[in-house]
Structure formats: structure tokens, C-alpha cells
């Protein structure tokens, strides 16, 4: 068998589907596509309501110092709903329809810039904006909790989200821009208004604000009714103990969600390790510009700085899909975290303006990594019944931690008196800036720690090795470690499969037994004779359809959870057999088993070598099967010595088990020491013996007794652990 390019032992960046192909598969869901269409509306109507309301509040008023606040006034009345009615929001968007929920709060964001518009007061602006802001903290958790109900699968939440992203903090503010630059500069053109044109314009684009939420409020009514849906994604390791929440008050309802945080390692892990990433990014934001003038780069420093701080925020938004392929999302959640509190001490120490943008680039990605990753495990991980809460907690967390360290942190840069110094001949401010930011990376340290151990889920990887692995061009499965062990149809790989999981379950690891995928299943008997399939092509399509599934439920997420599997005829055998005995490619089969396990590949292959023995059907013909796939067999274990260890499979059972320990003891050193069992443990279970299988393994029958293919296959798999 040739060797995947660039494959791993693990998934390989090779199988990973493209971005553009994975936002084509989301945007190919229609109920999402039109929703991503409404939070464009919405997103839209956000910005322009800031540069609308800012723009009308200093026309209404010919106070210097209020024109001066304009701006201040308008950020804090649309922020404070957010901080004080975000677990309303919350907890409206897992009682109620989520659907009307939304479709109440555009409609009174519409209503009550109407209102703004017509009444034109300064305090109904504050006031009115105020009321804005209190529907957005309606309508945003309803939707982030929807989402997930909308998309085919929950491993899509995460592409769902980089789109929202996108369209949030992307296309909408340039959107948004261009249409106020737009709007305010028609009359100079056209002469629309007499009077006083600029306060009808600004009045003009604060009821163009107001129907862009209408529009949302009619496009969600009318066209997405799948909002309406609950639990498409159930999750059944994560309940929620109130499991009639329809009868329960609004205290109880919030008391469960607090209860569910301290009792789900998993969220209480998340919203700590939000905490520090948002303290240290309150910290870079309060401290930004006093900062920019200690570096003595001029006055272009604070711009370059800000420009890189976002270029960090969209490609760690951008990247993180591909590291979470590499790194569970609970890992990599407290993994980013602390990485930018490193990456934000560097800042802190940084001498000169290019070493500080080089680090700030680097905050900025793994606070994005961060962000997306958080949102992500909320959406795919957090059980529908709640979702909503611990969306509006993260998002209040988010709103609260940066407006506080932001109003504090220039207070304490205050503080500290400036000092200029030396180092390697160029002069460098020392203020209060620097201490805030080590005190910063220290918080979002500490908190990323807690967060990794809090969410990690028993793997035995340490922390370093989990980044050196997602910066890796090709990086090695740092969880779960699979053995194939693989031979003829001769030989009964199923005994030795289990004899070697009863021997590991000495080690520190859960062990996993998992039968062929490819021939050890009841589904690929009925398949292939319910399907009348008697050509070898249709059968190996039919075995590959078989395989992807039982890899895809049982094998993958035994690897995600720190498991070693140990599966019998995984790959290598059935392509060895269709390749020697039906004559098909090998290439075109190596590319099917490569399609329909993801390039999963095992870490170590225990082969069988055995002398062929005769069938009692035709001993003649069986021989001259077995021997070529055998033959096939030890090729590929040439091809590739360091993942292949051949065993001689000739005598009992008993003899051949303990020749596969033997070896394997040689294999478990260095860094794979914590698989290898304990000296002198026995195999435990129901051992096999040279008279027949290993007890409750099922029998073998043939795929099909007219089947031109002499292939044996147990009744079903077998899938257990301890």
C-alpha cells in the first residue's frame, strides 16, 4: 500500500475539507442562509445606529460639552442593557419560541427609533437608545441558540459561526459606513431638504435604521420558521436536571442554569478561562494609547497597533477550525488563552514599535482562537434546554469584564509616573502601561490553566506538547492511540484483537475493543443481499459505506476521548483482500478506504504472518488466495517498518498472544511508556484458546455462500470498554 502524503498517523490536513467548502456546505442550509441574511439587516442597523444616533444627538443640542459626549453617551446607553439584562435574554430565549422572541425584539428596535426620530429630545435619544439595546439583549441570545438547530450536523457550528463573525464585524461595518457616508452626503448633491438639512439627514437615517430591524422582524416571520425548532442536536451526556422548565418560574430557571455552571466542569472551565482572555484584552484596549506614545514611534504607532490587533483577531478567527482539527475544542480553548497571556507578557516587555507588533499580531490571533472556539463548544457542546442562558452569560461576561478594565485601566496607568530608560541603546518610556499588562497575562495565565484542567476530558497530554502539535505541518494524534491487527482470512485476528485488549487494559489508558468495520458487521450481510450487490466494485462501495459509519460513531470519538482501540482487519486486510482475490485497483480502494475513514490511520499495526492454510471447498484455490494477500500484507509492513509490527502467527492462540505482548513491550518506550501495562499483568477477560474463539465472540460465516469473494465475517461488531 503507497503512503498518504502527508498523512499522520492521525487525521490528516489532507482529508480536512477546504473553507470554501465548508462554507458552502453551511450556506447550502437554506433556514441558515436566510438567517445569515437577517443578522446582515441586523448587523447593518447596529453599526448605522451608532453613527445615526451619534450624528442626530449633536444636532439636537448647541452645548459644546454635550456635542462632546455625543458619541460617549450613545456607546454607554446601547452597552448598560447588555450588562444588566443579558440573563433575561437569556433565559426568554430558552422558555419561549425563539422564533417570537426575535421577531418581538426588531420590532420595538423599529418602534423605538421611530420614536427617537419623530420625538427629537436629547433625553428620548439616551432614553430611546437605552430601550434599543434592551431588545438586543433579547433577540442576540435567541439566535446564537438557534443556530445550532438549524445546521445538519454540530460540527458545522463552528464554520457557522467564523460566517456570523464575518458578517457581524466585517461586511456590516463596511456596509454600514458607506451607507451613512452615503445618506448624510445625498443632499449636498440633490438638495432634498430645506432648513436645516443636516438634522433631517441624521433624523433620515435613524428611520432607515428602524426599518432595516422591521425588514428582519417580516423576513424572520415569513421565511424562517425553523428558528421554531428545539433539541434537533440532543445531547445526551449533558442534562439539564429541569426537565419541565415550562412550569417553573423565572428565579428556578436562572438558579438551574447557575447550578448547571458549577456542576458542568466543561462550561464552569469556559466561562473562567472567558474571564481572564476578556480582563487581558480590557487591559490592552484601556492601555493601548498610553502605551503607543512609550514605544516614542510618533503618532502612527496607536494606528499601526489597533491595525494589528485586528489582522491577529481575523486570522485567529480564520485559523481555528484548522487547529481544532488537530486539537480538541476543549483543549484549545484554555491552550489560546495561554498562549495570549504569553504572547501579551512579550507585549508588555517589547523595547521597539516592530517587536510589539509582531506580539500584538499574536494576541490578537489567540484571543480570536479563543472567542470562536468558546462560542463553538457553547453551541455544539451546550445542551439546547440551556444554551441560550450560557450564551447571554458569556456574552454579559464579554460586555462587563471589558467595559470595567476599561474605565479602570487609565486609572491605574495614572498612577504609575513615566520614566524614560535605555535598553540596547534606544530609550524606552516605563509607565503604568507595562505593569498592567504583565498584571493582564498573569490573569489570562492562571485562567487559561484552570480552564484546560477544568475542560480537558482525562487526556494524559501535556499542555506544550498540545501546541507543539497544533503548529505542526504534520502533526501526530496527541489523544487516543489505535492498534489494527491484521492478517488473512486464515488466521483468526479476532482472538488476538481481543487477547491484546485484555493484556492492555493493565495500562493507565481505557482500552476499546472494536471489530472490522469492514466485514465484522450484520449491516454489510444485509447490504449487500438486500441490495442483490453480487459485483466486487458495489461490495467494496457497500464495505467503505460500512466502515465510514462505525469509524464516524465508535472509533473517532474513543480516539477523541484518550482510548486506545485495538480493531481487527481495519484497513489494510479487506484492501489486501479485494485487491489480490477480485482484482480491483489498489490505488482506486487505497483512495476509497482513504475517503471513507478520513485518513484515519492506525499508530501501530500488529500483522499476523502465517503459512496459508486450505479451505475445504476448493484448498487448492483458498491456498493461492491466501498467499497472495499475505504477500500484499508484508509489502505494505516493508513499505513502512515503524508503524508495522509482524508477528509469526503459527501455533496456538495462547503462543502467538504472548509473541504480540513480547513485541509490543519493545514498542511501549519513551513517550508511549503510559500504554504499556504494568510488569507481570495477566490477560483478563475470557482469554482464547487454541480449541475455538475468545467467549461471546460471534462465529464466522461467509459473506455470501454464491459470493465470488471468500471473505469470513463475524454476525456483527463488537464495541466495549472498561
Not at 508477528?647 to 496456538?652: L, Q, Y
Amino acid at each position: 500500500m503507497r503512503s498518504v502524503p502527508g498523512a499522520g498517523p492521525g487525521r490528516s490536513s489532507g482529508a480536512e475539507a477546504s473553507t470554501i467548502n465548508r462554507v458552502r456546505r453551511v450556506l447550502a442550509i437554506k433556514p441558515f442562509r436566510r438567517l445569515w441574511g437577517v443578522t446582515y439587516l441586523c448587523s447593518v442597523a447596529d453599526w448605522l445606529n451608532i453613527l445615526a444616533l451619534t450624528g442626530l444627538a449633536t444636532k439636537l443640542t448647541n452645548n459644546y460639552f454635550a456635542q462632546n459626549f455625543a458619541f460617549v453617551g450613545v456607546v454607554l446607553t446601547g452597552l448598560a442593557p447588555g450588562l444588566l439584562f443579558a440573563p433575561v435574554g437569556g433565559l426568554l430565549a430558552d422558555r419561549f419560541d425563539r422564533r417570537k422572541v426575535m421577531i418581538v425584539a426588531d420590532l420595538l428596535r423599529c418602534g423605538f427609533l421611530l420614536s427617537i426620530a419623530f420625538v427629537s429630545a436629547p433625553w428620548w435619544l439616551l432614553a430611546g437608545n437605552f430601550l434599543v439595546g434592551s431588545a438586543a439583549s433579547m433577540w442576540i441570545p435567541s439566535k446564537e441558540a438557534a443556530v445550532p438547530n438549524l445546521l445538519r450536523r454540530p460540527d458545522q457550528v463552528e464554520t457557522a459561526n467564523q460566517l456570523g463573525m464575518v458578517m457581524t464585524y466585517g461586511l456590516a461595518v463596511v456596509t454600514a459606513a458607506g451607507a451613512n457616508a452615503i445618506i448624510t452626503g445625498v443632499n449636498t448633491t440633490f438638495h432634498l431638504f430645506s432648513g436645516d438639512p443636516s438634522l433631517n439627514i441624521a433624523k433620515l437615517v435613524v428611520v432607515i435604521t428602524g426599518l432595516l430591524y422591521l425588514a428582519s422582524a417580516i423576513l424572520i416571520a415569513t421565511r424562517i420558521p425553523e428558528l421554531s425548532l428545539r433539541n434537533v442536536h440532543a445531547l445526551p451526556e449533558q442534562k439539564v436536571q429541569a426537565a419541565d422548565e415550562e412550569k417553573l418560574g423565572i428565579g428556578r430557571m436562572i438558579a438551574d442554569g447557575f447550578r448547571f455552571i458549577r456542576s458542568t466542569p466543561l462550561v464552569r472551565g469556559l466561562l473562567v478561562g472567558a474571564f481572564g482572555a476578556f480582563a487581558a484584552g480590557g487591559a490592552v484596549i484601556g492601555s493601548a494609547k498610553p502605551y503607543s506614545s512609550s514605544l516614542l514611534a510618533g503618532d502612527s504607532a496607536f494606528s499601526l497597533l489597533v491595525l494589528a490587533v485586528f489582522l491577529g483577531l481575523a486570522s485567529g478567527m480564520a485559523f481555528a477550525p484548522k487547529l481544532s482539527r488537530r486539537l480538541p475544542h476543549d483543549r484549545l480553548f484554555g491552550v489560546s488563552i495561554i498562549a495570549a497571556g504569553l504572547s501579551l507578557a512579550l507585549v508588555a516587555l517589547s523595547p521597539h514599535l516592530s517587536i510589539s507588533l509582531i506580539t500584538v499580531v499574536l494576541v490578537g490571533f489567540w484571543a480570536g482562537t479563543a472567542f470562536l472556539t468558546g462560542v463553538t463548544i457553547i453551541g455544539s457542546r451546550v445542551e439546547d434546554a440551556i444554551r441560550g442562558r450560557i450564551n447571554a452569560i458569556y456574552q454579559l461576561m464579554m460586555k462587563l469584564v471589558l467595559f470595567g478594565t476599561t474605565v479602570t485601566v487609565p486609572v491605574l496607568v495614572g498612577v504609575v509616573a513615566p520614566r524614560t530608560i535605555n535598553v540596547w541603546g534606544s530609550p524606552v518610556t516605563i509607565d503604568g502601561t507595562r505593569p498592567i499588562m504583565l498584571a493582564g497575562a498573569a490573569i489570562a495565565l492562571v485562567a487559561g490553566l484552570f480552564a484546560y484542567r477544568q475542560m480537558d476530558d482525562k487526556r494524559t497530554e501535556p499542555i506544550l506538547s498540545d501546541l507543539r502539535n497544533a503548529l505542526r505541518r504534520t502533526p501526530r494524534r496527541v489523544n487516543g492511540f489505535l492498534i489494527a491487527v491484521e492478517g488473512t482470512t486464515a488466521i483468526n485476528t479476532a482472538i488476538q484483537a481481543v487477547n491484546l485488549a485484555d493484556w492492555m487494559r493493565g495500562g493507565t489508558r481505557p482500552v476499546v475493543v472494536a471489530a472490522d468495520p469492514a466485514l465484522d458487521d450484520k449491516r454489510l450481510t444485509a447490504l449487500v443481499s438486500g441490495a442483490s450487490l453480487t459485483g466486487a466494485r458495489a461490495q467494496a462501495l457497500a464495505a467503505a459505506a460500512v466502515r465510514a459509519d462505525i469509524v464516524e460513531r465508535h472509533v473517532q470519538p474513543a480516539l477523541d476521548a484518550g482510548s486506545v482501540v485495538v480493531m481487527e482487519r481495519f484497513v489494510d486486510s479487506p484492501l489486501a483482500h479485494l485487491s489480490a482475490v477480485a482484482g480491483l485497483d489498489s490505488d482506486e480502494l487505497e483512495g476509497l478506504a482513504d475517503w471513507a475513514t478520513g485518513r484515519l490511520r492506525p499508530d501501530l499495526t500488529v500483522l499476523l504472518d502465517s503459512a496459508p492454510h486450505g479451505a475445504p471447498r476448493d484448498r487448492a484455490t483458498a491456498m493461492n488466495d491466501q498467499w497472495r494477500v499475505q504477500h500484499l500484507l508484508t509489502e505494505m509492513a516493508a513499505a513502512d517498518p515503524e508503524r508495522y509490527v509482524v508477528i509469526d502467527a503459527d501455533g496456538t492462540d495462547t503462543e502467538v498472544a504472548e509473541r504480540i505482548r513480547t513485541a509490543l513491550r519493545a514498542v511501549f518506550v519513551g513517550r508511549l511508556s503510559a500504554l504499556a501495562p504494568t510488569a507481570g499483568t495477566p490477560a483478563t477477560g475470557n482469554p482464547a484458546t487454541a480449541d475455538g474463539p475468545a467467549t461471546d465472540l460471534p462465529s464466522t460465516l461467509p459473506l455470501d455462500l454464491d459470493d465470488p469473494l471468500p471473505v469470513e465475517t463475524p454476525e456483527e461488531p463488537r464495541v466495549e470498554a472498561k
